[in-house]
């Protein structure tokens, strides 16, 4: 057997080990039936339907020819992941808007030829959208400036 796309194996191994970790956490909770769902019901559909994707790109990687896996940029998968925890641990200090802001500018930072005029009004845009959606849209309880 010859893996002819690696990337598709790649994404096989991310899938499957994401269905597996899903079945082991969720093997505890009541799985119920599809008219009385318990809590164990979701996690263990979506678990099978993820596992079920890993099975089909382990098929995709052994029968069509795809591309190799590249290297990782570590700009942008550095800037991202650390504007989504600075997000988290500062939502409860500095508010929902302004940590939205933060976010938009920290995630900006992943691309080399971010426009620091545009990502500013993205971040103003997306900090006032943030509040009026999930504050008031949706009545989420949650800080939404800092201070409040």
């Known amino acids: 057997m010859r893996v ?5 194996l790649g994404a096989a191994v991310i899938f499957i080990g994401l269905a597996l970790i899903g079945l082991v956490y969720g093997r505890d909770l009541p799985f119920g039936s599809a008219a009385k769902m ?17 099975l089909l790109n ?3 990687a052994l029968t069509i020819d795809g591309p190799e896996i590249e290297k990782p940029h ?20 500095i508010g ?3 940590s939205a802001a ?6 900006a930072g992943a691309r080399s030829d971010a426009r620091w005029r545009e990502t500013a009004v993205l971040a103003m845009v997306l900090g006032v959208f943030s509040v009026l959606l999930f504050v008031y849209g949706l009545g989420q309880s949650m800080p939404t400036w800092w201070g409040a």
């Open 74 to 93: 570590w700009r942008p998968l550095t800037f991202v992941c650390a504007a989504m925890m600075i997000f988290g641990l500062t939502i409860n200090y």
């Open 102 to 107: 933060l976010l938009t500018f920290l995630a």
């Open 4 to 8: 002819k796309s690696p990337q598709n």
């Open 58 to 60: 382990v098929a995709r």
């Open 38 to 54: 318990g809590p164990g019901f979701f996690p263990t559909i979506l678990s099978l339907l993820i596992l079920g994707i890993g």
């Open 96 to 98: 929902l808007a302004l």
